[in-house]
């Protein structure tokens, strides 16, 4: 399975970078202005031959009127030699005009790109200088985007076009922050009025069951009831925690998901013998930037569908290491067989992978936390099915946190 970016450093950074000079407004602008100017100027330079060609004509009908009075009482000699000049008269006005228009061709050619040269160069510093407050947006946004809806980016610029957008954008950003504040302290509330009650109805339960009178029948009904509530339980700790990847990401701070993975590992170990399936780790460095909790998760809820969706006697591998362009872990493991069309499905809420066998364990929320989660960080979670049954699903992170520029991708 290929990464995103994966085998394609090279010629993946580069058609990033052609595709951001080829869709640059500020090398657009540089081009149109260059070529209006060499368009203006060889109107300018055709215009000026035809004048100087016009006037230099008119000054060698005057210079060489092309006739002459000849006085009977000049000597044979001179007559003659006024006739050959006369009559060199047209190849001379010829050889004068091809090489004044010759000359000023080349010179004025040379000093139009030279010229043009300049003016392009100039060009490319106005327009930087024009297009430098939308840069500012640009960025600001993307930071924003990146790490939080409080900041604003509060242009300091003189009334216009760009200063209207820029605080039309601080009105919208005002508005989106007043909603997902709004969202959080719902989600915040309804979290809490949920496991309340939750917690209430096992407490009651548990005692039901305690009684020493407490029938088998009621003993039983208890045991459904507290798997009901613990399931329940569950999904709103899914809903809550893909609330909380969605949002923005509070905490960020270096890690070795390596660490994380075995950990989880550990963690898993009993689960995994009680279902006989074997863990296997290769567990390489993977540092990476981003909040350790929701990355945890991401790495508990990979295990987790990989050793409950596997066959008895299957194996779940676990793998961290280095990526092209940062941490990235992969797990697998030898469940049923999965189409490759069948993929994008499994990363929608509530879709689970044994659904197809008739089995309801889990929430459907694990692997879309995983995305959610690996998509606040800035990066992506894929997901391909192994020969012979069983799923890969991996996820890569960026070495330089949410903020940085995620990798291209074809």
Do not use: C
Request: glycine residues 10%; aromatic residues 4%.
């Amino acid at each position: 399975m290929r990464t995103p970016g994966e085998g394609t450093s090279g010629g993946g950074a580069s058609a990033y970078r052609f595709g951001a000079w080829r869709g640059s407004l500020r090398l657009r602008l540089t081009a149109v202005f260059g070529l209006m100017f060499f368009v203006a100027a060889a109107a300018v330079l055709i215009v000026t031959m035809v004048l100087v060609d016009n006037s230099m004509r008119y000054a060698l009908d005057l210079a060489f009127p092309g006739s002459y009075g000849f006085d009977p009482k000049l000597p044979s000699s001179v007559q003659q030699y006024l006739a050959q000049q006369q009559a060199s008269e047209p190849a001379t006005q010829r050889v004068i005009l091809a090489s004044m228009q010759g000359n000023l061709l080349l010179k004025g050619g040379l000093a139009v790109i030279a010229v043009g040269l300049v003016a392009t160069t100039a060009g490319w510093l106005v327009a930087g200088r024009l297009l430098r407050p939308l840069s500012m947006i640009s960025s600001n946004a993307e930071r924003i985007a990146g790490r939080t809806l409080h900041r604003r980016i509060d242009l300091q610029a003189h009334p216009g076009e760009v200063k209207t957008l820029a605080d039309s954008f601080d009105s919208m950003l005002d508005r989106l922050d007043q909603a997902f504040a709004g969202q959080s302290r719902f989600i915040s509330n309804a979290a809490h009025e949920l496991k309340t009650p939750i917690a209430v109805n096992r407490t009651l339960v548990e005692v039901a069951m305690n009684r020493r009178d407490a029938p088998v029948e009621v003993q039983r009904l208890g045991e459904n009831l507290l798997a009901v509530s613990e399931r329940h339980e569950r999904l709103i700790d899914a809903l809550l925690t893909l609330a909380r990847a969605e949002d923005s990401l509070t905490e960020l701070l270096p890690l070795d998901v390596a660490d994380l993975a075995r950990s989880v590992l550990t963690a898993s170990a009993a689960e995994a013998e009680r279902l006989e399936v074997t863990l296997e780790a290769q567990l390489d460095p993977a540092v990476a930037i981003g909040d350790p909790v929701l990355l945890e998760q991401v790495v508990r809820n990979l295990v987790d569908n990989a050793v409950r969706y596997n066959r008895p006697g299957g194996v779940v591998t676990v793998r961290t290491g280095r990526g092209p362009y940062g941490a990235q872990v992969a797990v697998g493991n030898t469940g049923p067989v999965i189409a490759e069309h069948e993929i994008p499905v499994l990363f929608a809420p509530f879709r689970r992978l044994i659904d197809r066998v008739g089995s309801a364990r889990g929430s459907g929320l694990g692997l879309s936390i995983v995305r959610a989660v690996a998509q606040a960080h800035g990066g992506e979670a894929t997901a391909a099915p192994r020969p012979g049954g069983g799923l890969e699903v991996r996820v890569l992170l960026p070495a330089d946190g949410p903020n940085a520029r995620p990798p291209h991708r074809r």
